[in-house]
């Protein structure tokens, strides 16, 4: 198990050296995770907002559906994009294949029903909350919605970043739709993937722990945002 | 109040990510679908720079297994491919989709195994003969299986042999579906012969206490085409800047410079375009 | 709207009707039932309320009094029956005019003060120095910006009434409002519901205090397994009830 404190050091000397090929995947893939995570919030929110606030014939339904689709595999998202962006495919005119955004497209597609499922909850939860409130002071739909979006901002910031967690460290989807390009497609969990088969398990395992040290310093960064926020009375 | 200035910020972060993923391509690039041997083994990392001083052209490699190359490439996405898999190679330029196809340079495929050697193949040359034995005793074996170059070669030599090994499909013959590295990988963890090629094993960082067993076998040679993508059937392929590549690496400089490409001291890949043309 | 913040701040106490719309008062309930799950909750009742003064509903716990009140204010659909207000049916127009105060107060998750300025957008105002003046008659503005929900029970329940109050309603529900709550707390919400019916805010408060009751009261419905049992003005209500089941209920016996 000489491999881990190898690859301790290893992970070490390499921010510690910032080196230059690695901040260059870290930037890509903070870019492409954090892009996803943000076109996700986009069309999730108001999904999960919607499911969480009305009652309508088969919204059972959609619910199963949607959780069931938060376990989507990553290599069929990534399969079904690639068969979407390849020239020899309906989008192929876009050359998006082998793009950064080609990878974002993947992630959303990927996270976007865990974070609409997870709103969808945190929703529903404070909606049953406010409802009787909101009834009784004639609160127009669009209110109401924008009012639970953004009191729940919190928890829904907390349902984000499990999406952007996702998103992240997936590599199934983006080695097939980004292909692993040095300099262009190449994030971090392509690159553990590409040094794993290249036997070198200590730098792969290096890798790794600069992946979690970025999701760590993500959170951090939330999280204390989220308590300054508490400070300013806004609970 | 507060509501609209965090709303503000969020769209300008999203926006300005946007742009920074979105807006950084405008030099000449090319896609190669490529097998995986010749970037595990660092040769384009040796090759491309070179390529590009020369003629400014930045070549990207999609480093999938040789049949999902192939794969890729049918479906216009990519604008060379530099494969291990001559018939498959043929095949696709018959098909039409690819201009012509050229030998670009051959290592050989070795028989890597622990060191116990529970076959006793160890100096055998004849690689059907050392399938056999492996078949014989049961060893286990870790196969490709995944419609690669290797894995073609290897179904060939399995052929050879007369020994249909996917009959004993998961019990001593373990098809890993994945990657040379992958395979390798599982090989040396679990002490079976893998059949490779010798670049990818040479530059391979975790082969325990594996060994070479078969080797210098004709059988075992491994040769490397490269092909344009047909811009007929593709009208998205980079026709000049892909011939240009393919020009370079069969020309004088990119031949040398694929000879000169070393790794401790071991030549991994050696360039013979001029030689069995086809 | 001007006339709106004039009333708020109290100088027209003897309540002359000067809006533009119409009236939403008096308020007349005919033959209403409400059913749920096979059981008539709310079995034919007539009601009128007028426009003045406090109105205090009472009753043993599952008379129907919270179901009548949510009948009233629209938040409820009848089963059968009519109610009007002002002679027109519980458009939204009348339900705006309306606010709700709850036994337990749902404060929105924000500060104190932003809970008072979406009541007020709400209604189209954008007040920064209304909603101070809110905040200072409820006795709240030195908590103007602390998160609503960590205020104690008494904060709580007078933030709720001070935005019910804050769009400026002609008829104020208290449902159980003064419920678990320290003496001090039920006086300051007794005075601040005093206030409003002195401004001639049309008042309906359930409660089961009977002290209370007897404090606030200008008349009394009293109700029992669905029907108004008793109507009568305060004094004669307590001094001597006409029905068997509230003077059960005053003398603290088991209503049946």
């Known amino acids: 198990m000489q491999d881990f404190g190898q690859a301790f050091s290893l992970a070490f000397q390499l921010l510690w050296t910032a080196d230059a090929d690695l901040m260059e995947i870290i930037g890509l893939s903070l870019r492409v995770s954090l892009t996803a995570m943000a076109v996700s919030c986009a069309i999730a929110l108001p999904v999960g907002a919607a499911l969480g606030m009305s009652r309508f014939r088969g919204r059972g339904a959609a619910i199963i559906l949607l959780n069931a689709l938060m376990g989507l595999p990553p290599v069929v998202v990534g399969l079904c994009v690639y068969l979407m962006l390849s020239r020899a495919g309906p989008m192929g005119e876009l050359g998006l294949l082998y793009t950064p955004t080609a990878m974002i497209i993947a992630q959303s597609i990927l996270i976007t029903p865990i974070i609409a499922a997870l709103s969808r909850q945190v929703i529903e939860d404070l909606h049953s909350e406010y409802a009787e409130q909101f009834r009784s002071m004639c609160v127009p739909v669009h209110t109401a919605v924008g009012a639970l979006l953004w009191d729940a901002r919190y928890s829904l910031l907390t349902v984000a970043l499990a999406g952007f967690g996702r998103a992240v460290a997936e590599v199934g989807a983006v080695i097939i739709v980004g292909g692993n390009i040095a300099h262009l497609t190449r994030v971090m969990t392509t690159a553990i993937a590409l040094e794993t088969s290249k036997g070198d398990l200590a730098l792969a395992l290096a890798l790794g722990m600069v992946l979690l040290l970025i999701a760590l310093a993500v959170n951090a960064v939330v999280m204390a945002l989220r308590m300054t926020a508490t400070r300013y009375a806004y609970a | 109040m507060m509501r609209s200035k965090v709303l503000k910020v969020g769209i300008t972060i999203a926006g300005g990510l946007w742009l920074a993923v979105s807006g950084a391509r405008a030099e000449e690039s090319i896609i190669v679908q490529s097998t995986t041997s010749t970037q595990n083994s660092g040769l384009y990392k040796h090759l491309l720079p070179i390529f ?78 050392a399938f056999r034995k492996i078949s014989d005793a049961r060893a286990l074996f870790a196969s490709r299986g995944d419609n690669s170059g290797t894995h073609k070669k290897e179904k060939r030599l399995w052929g050879a042999s007369g020994v249909d090994p996917r009959s004993a499909s998961g019990k001593w013959y373990r098809e890993t579906g994945s990657g040379m590295g992958a395979t390798l990988n599982t090989g040396v963890g679990m002490g079976a012969y893998v059949m490779t090629d010798r670049a990818t094993w040479i530059s ?37 800047a892909g011939q240009a590549f393919i020009d370079w690496l069969v020309g004088e400089d990119g031949q040398k410079a694929i000879g000169n490409y070393k790794l401790g001291g071991k030549q991994l890949f050696f360039p013979n375009a001029n030689k069995g043309q086809s | 709207m001007l006339d709106a913040t004039a009333r708020y701040e109290g100088g027209d106490v003897a309540g002359t009707q000067a809006r533009e719309e119409p009236a939403v008062l008096p308020c007349e309930v005919r033959g209403l039932c409400f059913e749920a799950g096979g059981d008539l909750i709310i079995d034919n009742v007539d009601l009128t309320l007028g426009s003045t003064g406090i109105t205090v509903v009472m ?57 008072i300025a979406f009541a007020l957008r709400l209604h189209g105002e954008n007040g920064q120095v209304r909603c101070v003046r809110i905040l200072d008659e409820a006795g709240l503005a030195e908590k103007a910006g602390q998160p609503a929900r960590l205020l104690s029970g008494g904060e709580r329940q007078r933030l709720a009434i001070a935005r019910a109050l804050a769009a400026d309603p002609e008829v104020l529900f208290l449902d159980e409002a003064t419920a678990s709550l320290d003496p001090a707390s039920v006086q300051a919400i007794e005075e601040v519901v005093q206030s409003a019916r002195d401004r001639s805010v049309k008042i309906i408060f359930i409660t089961h205090d009977i002290g209370q009751a007897r404090r606030l009261a200008d008349d009394v419905v009293f109700m029992h397994r669905g029907r108004i049992v008793e109507r009568a003005p305060a004094g004669k209500f307590f001094d001597n009830p006409s029905s068997r089941e509230a003077s059960d209920y005053l003398a603290g016996r088991i209503v049946l």
């Open chain 2, 52 to 129: 590009r001083n020369k003629t400014g052209i930045k070549v990207n490699v999609v480093a999938v297994g040789t049949g999902q190359a192939i794969k890729n490439a049918r479906n216009c996405d990519g604008d060379v491919l530099l494969v291990h898999a001559k018939q498959a190679e043929e095949k696709f330029v018959k098909d039409g989709y690819g201009v012509k196809r050229t030998d670009l340079m051959y290592n050989d495929f070795i028989v890597v195994g622990p060191p116990s050697d529970p076959a006793r193949v160890a100096g055998i040359k004849d690689a059907p003969a």
């Open chain 3, 59 to 115: 009753g043993p716990n599952g008379a129907g009094k919270s179901i009548l009140v949510r009948l009233l204010h629209g938040m409820l659909e009848p089963s059968a029956g009519d109610i009007s207000w002002g002679g027109r049916g519980l458009c939204e127009e009348t339900r705006r005019r309306q606010a709700m105060v709850f036994q337990t107060p749902v404060l929105l998750r924000r500060s104190v003060e932003a809970n």
């Open chain 2, 204 to 240: 391979f960082r975790n082969k325990g206490d594996f060994r070479i067993l078969v080797e210098g076998d004709d059988d075992l040679f491994n040769q490397y085409g490269v092909i344009l993508v047909n811009p007929e059937k593709c009208p998205s392929v980079n026709q000049a």
